[in-house]
Nanobody, 126 residues
């Protein structure tokens, strides 16, 4: 059974930083992993995804240049470094594994995700 364990959420002031971590069960590998976020009553939104074979990353435009996704193949752990956070980034963030892709580009489509983490809350105050 695939397990995704997130950590690193919390509360920060605008302009601050957080680093999210997602540990995936060691005996499972996937070519695409990513981070999604969802506020209460809203649809789940893709934030960033990474092709774990070579590290090719994609981002939603609103976080481009502020967030960095990375993956440690040895530890099978996914990271999301979030800088210059704004109140609009406040959401529950979910780790995801097994999305579809086209060549090296993983899709930021929640409908294609195979496995989800339990979510971690990020709150940014102004």
């Amino acid at each position: 059974q695939v397990q995704l364990m997130e950590s690193g959420g919390g509360s920060v002031q605008a302009g601050g930083s957080l680093n999210l971590t997602c540990e995936m069960s060691r005996n499972h590998r996937t070519s695409c992993m990513g981070w999604f976020r969802q506020a209460s009553g809203n649809a789940r939104e893709g934030v960033a995804a990474i092709y774990t074979i070579d590290g090719h990353a994609v981002y939603v435009q609103s976080v481009e240049g502020r967030f960095t996704i990375s993956h440690d193949n040895e530890q099978n752990t996914l990271y999301l470094q979030m800088n210059r956070l704004t109140p609009e980034d406040s959401d529950i963030y979910y780790c995801a594994a097994g999305m579809t892709r086209r060549e090296r580009v993983c899709h930021l489509n929640p409908a294609t995700v195979d496995h989800w983490g339990q979510g971690t809350q990020v709150t940014v105050s102004s």
